[in-house]
């Protein structure tokens, strides 16, 4: 069992910044990858970032390639979403996933945060 709790959210203009954490509980060594996900109102939840925990290999939408930041620190068994430039259009509820199996495709999250709120103003 694993249990996911996103922090970080906030309103934040246009151009700004923020940091997204997800700190991960439980059997955390069984984590094949992470992933952010974020959900608009009115839209279809969308995969924003992936890393693989073992070789740290990370993936990212091309809607947020060279502005997001996907890490992980693994001694304090947190990841993390770094957030740069951000545009009225990243605006959503972003949350964290974890699978425990490969080939760790999307649609194989075993465990969810709850969600974090980011807003962005123009």
């Known amino acids: 069992q694993v249990q996911l709790v996103e922090s970080g959210g906030g309103s934040v203009q246009a151009g700004g910044s923020l940091r997204l954490s997800c700190a991960a509980f439980?059997?955390?060594?069984?984590?094949?990858?992470m992933r952010w996900f974020r959900q608009a109102p009115g839209k279809e939840r969308e995969v924003v970032a992936t890393?693989?925990?073992?070789?740290?290999?990370?993936y990212y939408a091309d809607s947020v390639k060279g502005r997001f930041t996907i890490s992980q620190d693994n001694a304090k068994n947190t990841l993390y979403l770094q957030m740069n430039s951000l545009k009225p259009e990243d605006t959503a509820m972003y949350y964290c996933?974890?699978?425990?199996?490969?080939?760790?495709?999307?649609?194989?999250?075993?465990?969810w945060g709850k969600g974090t709120l980011v807003t962005i103003s123009s």
């Open positions: 890393i693989y925990t073992d070789g740290g290999s990370t």
């Open positions: 439980g059997y955390t060594y069984s984590i094949v990858c």
């Open positions: 996933a974890a699978s425990m199996s490969r080939p760790c495709a999307v649609n194989t999250m075993n465990y």
